[in-house]
């Protein structure tokens, strides 16, 4: 890759902005290493208030992505559309939503890269072709994307952005056939793991993988149908869950309403693990299994899996309080707010300097000294990924007077990188790529570790009995991918949903 | 008051802004009509990174205050000083902070209030007289501050703002002692609750009301004194703590080090009971005791004194839910995350129109069907002002499905008006005030309703047993006020910290 | 045109814009109707201050658009841009610029529509095809690429812009040959006025249509080549002015220097008579014309031509200063500051309401009282549009006194559109196209009126004797266009540059 | 002075502004080092449009003052006021316009000084006092501030800007008296130049020192009274002219209309003579004298004084060209555009640095090489302050080509400082205080230079011949100054309206 943006050296606010933003520092979890979700979507077909929708549907997906966000609505033929750098409630006020007119509209969050971001990558994409106005958005990571691109340049195409959508809109507008078949034919070429809305004047189309690697779920509001990556958004604007877009699946919305269709067969059922254990919202359903409550069993399970003795039981906010309460409940040692996160931490937050964090100013965790003192603290977190942020943690709580730190994973080590739309490090950081669990134990300078159990975990999610690993993709874990993965060209998710 | 700020109809980003923000709509709370916290004060004396760590003090403090915000150093002689609107994050940026130098600061952050708020009354608040530079900053509300000020301005004072904080400025300009016996004898005069921090050059003080009715703690972190309204912001910068200012005491640092003084002789101590029930950080500890601690024993307290049958346990959050915790854990009834509240909500967010909220978007809370469907759910909440949220948070788990809703609030009912620095309604709109606890009940929809007891709430906060009320101002639900407050000019806390 | 850009009420200034900008108002000449300016262009080959410089340049060349600008810059084969809307000091800061690294660069400068424009429209556009990085930017207009684009869509490509610089990106990576015979079968194709600059990694090709319409300057600063669309920009950032662009050629630098080439032959030259007349700045030269030195001869062969008896000459501001100072000193009337324009009004200026502007409240043109009473006032001024500015002129100096107006007009009858990248509004809104010189005088309110004439232009002007029309295009007054421009789907510059 | 603003290193635009604006490099007039004007004030009482007219009017003033601006109406005894760093344009937008309800307003426009400056100093300052609201703001500066504030400090005041103006309110309100009585004696302690509009509920006072230094004049709209600094500001919302304020006049407003009074006698009238030199617009009038034709005259007169043979005459844009065209119609050489100025520059413009400016690039002024090359140049300007602009300015033409350049100057040699409101650098800095004129002449490296006769001066302003000077004070070029300047304290002008 070599063209890239420019990189300035501090985040600067401007009157009039243009088509970069660059986050000065790496706010984001430069402690928490997290993996990084990927992007949300969602799409209104049939509602006057398509763009009101829209944005209170990608403020419930917001946690998806930080980076960018936009709405195109479609009225009448005529596509209007708004994208920026930054949250849904920074990038549109009341005049840019009353301005974005139509009863048809699909919306996207993106997640922050590390380094630099631009505009142009916002989405979602809008492209004129000989049959009219397109617009595509997308959340996930396509493995084959480099060698369908290389193909497209070599025959003469241009790019403006580095993203797989744009990728997608071309092979659309190549195909001599109508939009459905074209679109068709287009995902038939794609490998890896997706959920795609399109619209077209008149048109909405909503699609996902043949392994369901990234959720898509469909309600109805009245009249109307909505789309979203996850239920939460639903709720958030009243609409009624109706099904999840099955792998595979085609749904196209015209002016005789849902039209159901398939561009694959429905093989193997495998959607991303992480969903279940970090990524998605607590309130949210995928597949009909409540995260809050799944997250809880996974805490049952790892306290039978583990029982250690201890006085209090504390999770890492945000997403293991759910795990920490079940493995109190389960264990009968009371849960306590251990570790605190300050909610008012965001962008623009200037990190202490590495001498001030050195004289202890802490970041956006700090452990509560009166609640762990002179305790033996069980931790709970969902995964480990480089082990620096676990470390961090265990110091931290031990500095505020624990005497013993037990480390409970709620997911099996993590050792293998994703492609299908997560966000994760090079392969060699991954501790457990290359470290046993005793080594991680004392790479992190915890009295004890123990991970969630491959089955454990599979138990706790639930689902169908009848399904390969109850319809988890687990390949982060164990290897096992659902698609090819060996391209000459293959496309880690270094920077997901491009 | 004839002087007001103009007021616009919209909240609007400005590249040049000028002296007032005005909150376009009422966002903040509208469905939650909670008691507004009042303000934090923060300061450093004797550290090299005084604007730094102000900056972090501040912001582990914004809880307190999310309106406006200042820090003014001191150094050499020379005062440096930044005042914006908005969160600390917003207002200060890397220039800024390295800007201002020296080894003394005293900052602020200040809440929001209902309507216009203006940038003239950021704080601190930085005068010259006589004697010099001074800068002063507070936390609290003056009962007798009408009649001070009518006294100075027929004397022939002018006022630039409606603070408390300038009349203070006035009465110690207006002595013809030194510093500190001026700084005492104006505070002689002061009714109230209040905890101030004043610098000058070269000398810090610090000092609580009589009855320590505001939070202040000092710590140390090097040779330097920090200062701040809740240990948790000594704890994000590292510094240890040292103990509570205590009632009626002044703290003066200077190059000779730290003197003990007192303006007041310390009689009744009467801490606050809602910075214990709702308002201060759960990581933060008053008086030796941490509040998430003290809030789960108000749970269990809670459960002790009225146990109901049922399936799950809800907090509403963020405040309720460590007792919510304190109530499962009590009773065995499993806690779930029943409500879940949008982490990215904040100021700039569009509130759904009425039409909108009528056809079911939701705002900042939302109930979790999957979790209280077909279930009998246990509602914990730290308190009921006007009964409003309270029924559509009850209502709202009841088109999730919930089958029963208990309501179980962990203080007594809120009756009376509060003097000392929170912004209570009109008297009139207290349900409390007029309604009866099953009235209450009926209002909010609930299945059953109980208000934790008189007694409950001191035992759960503890701490010294000899202390009349355990030290704790319960004005607010027994009328018991630890002041005088019949005054024919006395000043509610209208707009608190004014 | 089906789809646009979403179209806001009020003109909102955002911290994290997005990716349109929308003019609330019509602020830009609501009053002054006049013809509108196209785009800017500037290079730079071979010199380590590249983004600088090119600052500096686009800076100078402002008044040739005011909605967007960007730089692109090419550093050892990456390249790095930035883009946004509004002016080069607005878009641009220290960071952004020191982050454009490298020893090339081309920038844009874009004028804005009467109504939304958009970010995505913002040049240089950057793409990645089969050769790799392209960067373009131009300035003008193409007739035929309606008919262009519909082929290149025919054949599965898509569009992201309405920018004719995205078709010609399109034609050159279509093309299977080498870059620069590449661009030239491109640049074969397009019929219309234009200047292009498009940059690779390692290679600046700078090119002027076969007609010279839109002018193109080369000069030296040091060893590095520099392009500009005026003069005036090679002047303000040091440089050397060496030579016009001729007409169809190719100027090609490569790390072997300059290289000349020619993708048409010279036919006949016709460069722009507007830019002569009132586009360029007074101090560009334009194939050895200085513009102010031959808007005074215009104004002295007004004189010539239509002598009036009067007691004061006074130009409308800015572009009639020098024309009105020609006219005063060849009749002997002395000229005087009859007009004045407030030098602060721009973008985000409120205009008055309907109401106030009837109250007598001016915008940013108002005539002097002192100056104008009771005088015989010879108003002198470069075009008539509309005719609506011309008449609230004429009134505003009547208004203010004067006795008598005589307009004097420095171009032949305005009757005609323009195709090469003049925004002229709806033909039959030309006043001249329908009214004869008598009537637009009783429309305009003057005691007399006269249009200089054609000759009178051309000699005004003056450059070779030999050329036809001294190389000038009329077509506007004359109807006599240098192209073809009977296409199916000719495309008036309806929004210039796209 | 120990108490200073925050000094960040850049210009740093900010989302949520504070209350200090730090100018990063001293962009403004860093070229030229022009005498800065210092405010404007603007008055209206008894028009519904109040805030309105304000705005338009204030923006008619915009060249005294750039730095702030605010504007405090009162509507039924309520007081509304916004104040702003920035243009008008930038601190006012509809909806804060719309708030400042009434039928009364003051406004103000404040210029900047080179270093920092802080919203603390915008004006009008709002006060609350005894009787009630009082808005103050002001155009001049008071010799004496100095020793009335430290009395005032003594008794006990405290201040919270470092303005002129803060020193009358508190005057005012320490007077027993009523307010038209208090403002007088307050006035008759004051020593300086300044105009002054004070607004108390349902009063507006407007005065001018008893030399009438600074102008102010009135005028109607309709019933309403308008006051403005300059006539042009009364044009500009079409409002008629009606009188200048007299020295030592006091005129009041009240429900009973006009009401005409007196502070001081009228003495001497000494208006400061760089008003019609340099600061006011040339569309406007002083005491009956319209700016341009004085200025036109003072170039006729300097012909007529210093005639040099030319081939043309030139202006340093925008102050100079009135004169320069005066020159040209006396001389009958022709006027010419031999210097431009870019009219996007401003304040967040990025300044070239050193390095780049060295090599040549321009910063807002440049010379018109093909007018001036070969050719012997008059220049005219209109004063020498330190004379490195001058320099800059004829090495500028030199370099362009031009033969000779012989400086004209519309003034005689600026040698004393100002005291009443013209920030002057140290005199030790003007360079006629110690060089002759034949040394300033070889410091511009001009081939000649003439400075117009304080005759000629007074001759070409003219006015009532039977005052002494006609009414003009001339103290920096003859140190004859109209007040008693001698005072332990003095305050120059080093930051004027401070």
Redesign the interface.
Same mark, same amino acid.
């Given at each position: 890759m070599?063209?890239? +943006?420019?990189?300035?050296?501090?985040a600067?606010?401007?009157?009039?902005?243009?088509?970069?933003?660059?986050e000065g520092n790496g706010d984001k979890d430069s402690i928490f290493d997290k993996l990084k979700e990927e992007c949300g979507v969602f799409g209104v077909f049939g509602h006057p208030?398509a763009a009101?929708?829209s944005?209170?549907g990608l403020?419930?997906l917001?946690?998806r992505g930080e980076e960018s966000c936009?709405i195109c609505t479609s009225d009448n033929?005529?596509?209007?559309?708004?994208?920026?750098?930054?949250?849904?409630?920074? +990038?549109?006020?009341?005049?840019?939503?009353?301005?974005?007119v139509g009863s048809q509209a699909i919306g996207h969050v993106r997640y922050s890269t590390a380094g630099a971001s631009r505009?142009a990558n916002?989405q979602p994409?809008?492209?004129?072709?000989?049959g009219?106005?397109?617009a595509v958005c997308t959340n996930g990571n396509l493995v084959n994307e480099p060698g369908i691109r290389k193909e497209l340049?070599?025959s003469?195409?241009?790019?403006?952005t580095t993203s797989d959508t744009e990728v997608i809109?071309?092979l659309i507008?190549?195909?001599p056939k109508d939009l459905v078949e074209a679109v068709k034919d287009a995902f038939a070429r794609l490998i890896g793991g997706f959920a795609f809305l399109i619209q077209t004047?008149g048109r909405l189309i909503a699609a996902c993988d043949p392994h369901g690697l990234r959720p898509l779920v469909m309600g109805r509001?009245?009249d109307g149908y909505i789309f979203a990556s996850e239920s939460?958004a639903l709720?958030?604007?009243?609409?009624v869950y109706e099904r999840d877009v099955q792998p595979g699946e085609l749904l196209i919305l015209d002016k005789d309403g849902l039209h159901e269709d398939r561009f694959a067969p429905l093989e193997r059922r495998a959607v991303c693990a992480m969903e279940y254990i970090y990524f998605a919202?607590?309130?949210s359903?995928i597949y009909g299994v409540?995260l809050?409550?799944s997250r809880?069993r996974m805490g049952q399970t790892l306290a039978q899996e583990s029982f250690v003795d201890a006085d209090i039981v504390t999770g890492v906010p945000?997403s293991s309080i759910?795990a920490a309460?079940g493995y109190a409940?389960q264990t009968g040692i009371?849960?306590?707010?251990g570790l605190?996160k300050?909610?008012?931490?965001?962008r623009?937050?200037?990190q202490?300097?590495q001498e001030?964090r050195e004289?202890?100013?802490?970041m956006k965790l700090?452990?509560?000294?009166?609640?762990v003192e002179g305790k033996r603290v069980v931790m709970i977190d969902d995964s480990i990924v480089r082990g620096t942020t676990s470390l961090r943690i265990v110091n931290m709580l031990r500095e505020a007077g624990a005497l013993e730190v037990h480390v409970r994973i709620t997911s099996p080590p993590f050792m293998n990188p994703c492609y299908y739309g997560i966000d994760t490090p090079n392969p060699a950081d991954l501790i457990a790529s290359s470290k046993t669990v005793e080594e991680i134990r004392q790479a992190i300078n915890a009295d004890s570790l123990y991970f969630l159990s491959e089955k454990g975990l599979i138990d706790s999610v639930g689902g169908h009995d009848d399904e390969y690993n109850r319809g988890l993709c687990l390949a982060c874990f164990n290897n096992d991918y659902p698609t090819p993965v060996e391209f000459e060209d293959a496309k880690l998710t270094s920077c997901s949903c491009d």
């Open positions: 070599t063209s890239s +943006v420019a990189n300035g050296g501090t600067v606010t401007k009157l009039w902005t243009g088509d970069y933003y660059n208030d009101n929708l944005y209170y403020h419930a917001q946690h936009g033929g005529t596509f209007h559309y708004h994208r920026g750098m930054g949250l849904v409630k920074e +990038v549109f006020d009341r005049d840019k939503l009353e301005s974005l505009l916002a994409l809008v492209f004129k072709y000989r009219g106005d397109l340049e070599d003469g195409s241009i790019f403006q809109a071309h507008a190549r195909s004047q509001l009245g939460c709720e958030t604007i009243g609409a919202r607590p309130d359903d409540n809050h409550t809880k945000d759910s309460i409940e009371p849960y306590e707010l605190i300050n909610k008012y931490t965001g623009t937050f200037i202490p300097s001030l004289k202890g100013v802490k700090s452990a509560v000294r009166k609640v």
